[in-house]
């Protein structure tokens, strides 16, 4: 996607060096600042300082994760241990296992010596597959709003939540690919942009992604969609997720499960992009078997932002000594979700429709 009017993705090979770059997540929108992963450790970091975030973007490094281990030790002993330790860094996104689990799989029968090249072409693969899929998304997704334009013939009003665009991903994204694709076929569109409290990844990185591709949007806080939808300034909502269960509950940034409840009280679609690499198919009852990650209860006590002097600062905004809580994901349950759109194609949120996904 667009970064001052030039491509640019989440996650690269330096073709001169054969480096991991990525882009350091936690700066923007103030800094476009470039990271390289040369450690298992960096990785880990970048994932779990959410240099890197967005299930997608997780998966995708966390490959090539096990790519720089394997250039520090190809045994698989070492191998194993920097799958456990690249694993415990989020819980939540399905992806992240799902990549080291695909890579464990397939080494399982290579020589030692050439272990760091193939690891290195799985990784690349992944990277390719999760662009198509995103890609595909967005074209499926696009379909759903043309058909509201087409019966409305004016501006439509997306609501999303979180950032589930290219920055979540490795390019186009979830559920900004469909905006994204809408833009490209000049339909009008307008997207309620929440803040996503406490990382503020609405205001920060899908306002940030919006603003760089041209496309009409309004920052809200995050309370502000329930009467939007009342007062039907929504046509839609779509989401992300981080894990989605096979009886289709979905995992996604905290603060989704209130937008669903608002949207089917209000009789507003509500979509989820879902790629297929974050279903996890053997999970049924998201709500008591997807774990949730807790995360620094800092997070919810400060906030960050840049001063007059454009210095980037933290800083508290809660009582001394108070407590703060910071769980990071909830679970919509099916109920609530219209439809699944996945790179397939546009599904119900259900076992049988899911099931099908896997054929």
């Not at 970064?3 to 991991?20: K, M």
């Not at 960096?42 to 720089?68: H, K, N, S």
């Not at 929440?194 to 990185?205: A, C, I, S």
């Amino acid at each position: 996607m667009l970064v001052n009017d030039s491509h640019l993705t989440t996650i690269w090979v330096d073709e001169t060096d054969q480096e991991i770059k990525i882009i350091d997540q936690r700066l923007l929108p103030h800094e476009l600042s470039i990271v390289t992963l040369s450690t298992v450790k960096d990785v880990e970091f970048a994932i779990r300082e959410m240099q890197v975030r967005g299930a997608p973007l997780i998966g995708v490094t966390a490959a090539f994760g096990m790519y720089v281990a394997a250039l520090e030790d190809s045994s698989i002993e070492f191998l194993n241990k920097a799958a456990d330790f690249l694993i415990e860094s989020r819980p939540t996104a399905v992806n992240l296992s799902w990549a080291i689990k695909k890579i464990k799989l397939e080494i399982s029968n290579i020589d030692q010596q050439n272990r760091a090249e193939h690891i290195f072409n799985i990784a690349k693969k992944i990277r390719e597959e999760d662009i198509s899929a995103c890609s595909k998304i967005g074209d499926y997704g696009f379909e759903l709003i043309k058909n509201v334009y087409d019966k409305k013939n004016s501006t439509v009003n997306i609501l999303t939540h979180c950032n589930a665009g290219w920055l979540a991903a490795v390019d186009w994204g979830t559920a900004l690919a469909p905006i994204f694709k809408a833009k490209k076929n000049k339909i009008p569109i307008h997207v309620w942009v929440d803040e996503t409290r406490p990382r503020n990844q609405g205001f920060n990185l899908t306002a940030w992604e919006l603003i760089n591709e041209n496309i009409d949007c309004s920052l809200i806080v995050d309370n502000v969609g329930g009467h939007l939808m009342q007062h039907d300034q929504v046509d839609m909502c779509i989401v992300g997720t981080d894990r989605t269960a096979l009886s289709g509950d979905v995992c996604n940034k905290i603060g989704t499960y209130l937008k669903a409840l608002a949207a089917y009280d209000n009789n507003v679609p509500f979509y989820v992009s879902a790629p297929i690499s974050s279903i996890d198919f053997n999970i049924r009852d998201g709500i008591s078997e997807i774990p949730i990650e807790k995360r620094d209860p800092k997070e919810v006590s400060s906030i960050w932002g840049v001063d007059k002097n454009k210095n980037i600062k933290t800083i508290s905004i809660v009582p001394e000594k108070s407590k703060s809580i910071n769980y990071a994901f909830d679970v919509t349950p099916s109920k609530y979700i219209s439809k699944l759109i996945t790179e397939k194609g546009v599904v119900d949120a259900n076992e049988i429709s899911i099931k099908g996904l896997k054929d």
